[in-house]
């Protein structure tokens, strides 16, 4: 099973976009859903999480300003609104099952001002 990120581009200081990261194929025994992102010589961070029952967490980087969802074919999202050129960096999804990790292959954000 491959993840795959899309939605990913180019947007204005302020603007919105939409990630979208689907499963090519069933994964079953998802404890999490999650969102991180890596900006060009920095870490990979965590940016949002689902669990499955809905509930959600943020990193207070994009707290009320991104919104992580999830559709019943287990494909992720990660609205952002009120964008900003610090939000510039590849995305990655990763889905933690209790039997393994899975990750994307992520999406470029490029925010300008």
């Known amino acids: 099973v491959q993840l795959q990120a899309s939605g990913g581009g180019l947007a204005q200081a302020g603007g919105s976009l939409r990630l979208s990261c689907a499963a090519s194929g069933s994964i079953i025994g998802i404890r999490s859903m999650h969102w991180y992102r890596q900006a060009p010589g920095n870490e990979r961070e965590w940016v949002a999480a689902?669990?499955?029952?809905?509930?959600t967490d943020y990193a207070d980087s994009v707290k009320g300003r991104f919104a992580i969802s999830r559709d019943r074919a287990k494909t992720v999202y990660l609205q952002m609104n009120s964008l900003e050129p610090r939000d510039t960096a590849v995305y990655y999804c990763?889905?933690?099952?209790?039997?393994?990790?899975?990750w994307g292959q992520g999406t470029q954000v490029t925010v300008s001002s």
């Open positions: 689902i669990i499955p029952n809905g509930s």
């Open positions: 990763k889905i933690d099952t209790v039997y393994k990790t899975y």
